[in-house]
């Protein structure tokens, strides 16, 4: 071997290793652990990098389009609830801030005590509840937060599947990317089921305590605190005992959470709860006027169906409870022995037009037809007020006479015949003025007047008081031959009642979203169409209604207070339409198919009214008819219609447009400018004969 060979030939094993390139164990090990480290640092950084991107994604991503439904509710002019509406969840959404902090607590301690500190997963509490569910090797503790169920509940379904549960993480972080936190617990509050086909705290606590959310106290909030974990279980309507060890499990929860002390846990577990008695919904009041409100609300002001049944809507109406439940009764009273026959009433306030009371039949459940709203009946004889009030503005006065007997009446230039009938065919055959033709409800005075002032001016008239039904400018007109809605009756005599004001019939006074925000508010629409005087002038003589002798006197023991109105009979219809100074109210009676009223029937619609108005107005002293400026009262002869003096006996006080009442005396004198022959005269504020009105008014 040549001593290069040898000088190129390992002396060692080590030698030999490098010689074969080989790198040592310790180089090896060092170099893997680089790997290892460079590996994880790689997969770290790109799972930062992804986690980054991922959360700005979700932070540029809005939500999924939910709607928590709400329960709408419409009020009565006092503030009582009349009605709830909601498609499936009872739920009255308030905030955070009219929810009591008692009942926060409560629910952060048992639901997520962490709530205020995590960013929507509470890892600590998954972490301990894996170590739970591991040693107890079945799942028997959860993990989910607020934000969690609030994101089960408004987007995902209740599937144990871990797609769901994936899905739910993303949407709570998502949540608490884009809400703050008090906005997720408010929602969460509002959202939560209680039980009972209840939703939300604020319907909860009025179910379970009669009171809201801000008002309840630590023993309350622990109670309803504990019902959401299972409703069937811990609601005390279906166990209460079991309620009671939940509430002291919360109390105890909210002592080791910091939340209260120990001293105040004690004293709550040891109060005593008055919990409010579970009974089904009780029936709608006045269902006829909530159909009219919905329809209002619905076709007039932009609210939608939708929006009125699930979107949280309060509705603030004029409808008086009270009012309303006396109508309901005095209509079933006497409507009681008659099982077939039917009625409406409607019942505005004249010095507002706001309606305090709507009846549409008799029994809502088995027929919702209105019959309040429905202009298919003839109002008969009521309708003749708006004859008289044209004629007085055109000649006429309280003591135009007119000969009551068989009369053919000629119209249309003598090429058209018309023979009204009296009831019963009973005719005075003798002059009559219009006190007498308005009590005693004279047709033929009636006709004689339409065509004497022309059927249009009366049209015309109505129109302005809001009558809105067809008619014709045919004599029939007088007698009221042309269907008219109770509504439209009572909102014109109502204008009769304020002096002549007309003011749009008003049922919904405001309209607010879930917020509180206003989505409409009534403005008022009135328009002067009678003068005062003649206002007055007509409701001075339709008093005589119910006077002895008029169509309304039996009813007169009922009545104790200044009322005026005016009856109307056809052969399928009984009216009486009437006011006080507070009140006008229109009845309808009769069948649906037209069928035949008889005598006793037609009798109905009087008791009612009376009935009514009296028990409505019991704590309201009676009042006077205010009269206006323009009026004369002065006696005068009831045979003559002339001025009354010691020679004329009988002599009674009637009211005048001042400048129109009589000027000769019945036995022919001149009038006495400076007296009255030992008869009382005078203009505004001579109420003449107030004393025995007041004696009848208030004799029992």
Known sequence: MSENEKSRQPTSE??????????????????????????????????????????????????????????????????????????????QIVPLSEISPNLIHATLAVEDQHFYDHFGVDLKAVARAAIVNVQAMAKVQGAGTITQQLARNL??????????????????????????????????????Y????????????QLFFGKHASELTLAESAMIAGVPKGPRYYSPYYDLQNAMD????????????????????????????????????????????????????????????????????RIYTTLDENAQQIAENVVAKQLESKPELQAALVAIDP???????????????????????SNTRQPGSSFKPFVYMVALQNGYTPVTMVKSEPTVFTYDEGRQQYVPRNFNDQYPNANIDMRQAISKSDNIYAVHTILDVGPQKVIDFA?????????????????????????EMASAFAAIADEGIHREPT?????????????????????????????????????????????????????????????????????????????????????????????????????IFADFTE????AIPPKLFTVPDGVTTVYIDPVSGKLSNEDCPNAKMEAFLAGTEPTTYCTGKAADPNGTNGQKSGSKGDNGSWWNDLKRWWND
């Open 246 to 313: 939940r509430q002291k499990v919360v109390l105890q929860t909210m002592v080791n959470s910091g939340f209260i002390t120990q001293s105040a846990a004690d004293a709550a577990a040891k109060e005593k709860l008055t919990i409010q008695p579970l009974s089904k919904k009780k029936p709608s009041v006045a269902p006829y006027f909530r159909d009219y409100v919905r329809n209002l609300a619905t076709e007039k002001l932009g609210i939608s169906e939708e929006q009125f049944d699930e979107g949280g809507i």
């Open 351 to 373: 010095r507002s037009g706001e309606i305090k009371a709507m009846v549409g039949g008799r029994d809502y459940a088995e027929n919702q037809f209105n019959r309040a709203l």
């Open 615 to 618: 028990q409505t107005l019991d």
């Open 463 to 487: 129109r302005k008081l809001g009558v809105a039904s067809p008619m014709k400018p045919l004599p029939s007109l007088a007698l009221g031959s042309f269907p008219v809605s109770p509504l």
């Open 14 to 91: 080590t030698g030999q290793s490098r010689a074969k390139g080989e790198i040592p164990a310790s180089m090896r090990w060092m170099r893997r652990i680089k790997k290892t480290f460079s590996f994880f640092f790689t997969c770290g950084l790109l799972l930062l990098i992804g986690t980054a991107i991922f959360l700005v994604y979700l932070r540029s991503q809005t939500l999924p389009v939910t709607k928590m439904l709400q329960t709408s509710q419409m009020y009565d002019v006092h503030g009582e609830v009349i009605d709830t509406f909601y498609s499936g969840q009872n739920r």
């Open 507 to 607: 049922a919904i006074l405001r309209i607010e979203d879930a917020n509180g925000e206003v989505l409409y508010e009534a403005k008022k629409v009135e328009e002067q169409v009678i003068p005062p005087a003649v206002a007055y002038v007509m409701t001075n003589l339709m008093e005589s209604v119910f006077e002895e002798g008029g169509t309304g006197n039996r009813v007169a023991s009922t009545i104790k207070r200044p009322i005026a109105g005016k009856t109307g009979t056809t052969d399928t219809d009984a009216w009486l339409v009437g006011f006080t100074p507070e009140l006008a109210t229109a009845v309808w009676v009769g069948y649906d198919k037209s069928r035949a009223i008889s005598t006793v029937e037609s009798h109905l619609a009087s008791p």
């Open 194 to 205: 209680y039980g009972h086909s209840t939703y939300g705290i604020e319907t909860a606590s």
């Open 155 to 192: 987007y995902l379904t209740h599937d144990r599947t871990w797609t769901r549960k994936f899905k739910e993480t993303v949407y709570a972080v998502q949540m608490e990317m884009q809400l703050s936190k008090d906005e997720i617990l408010a929602d969460y509050l509002n959202q939560i």
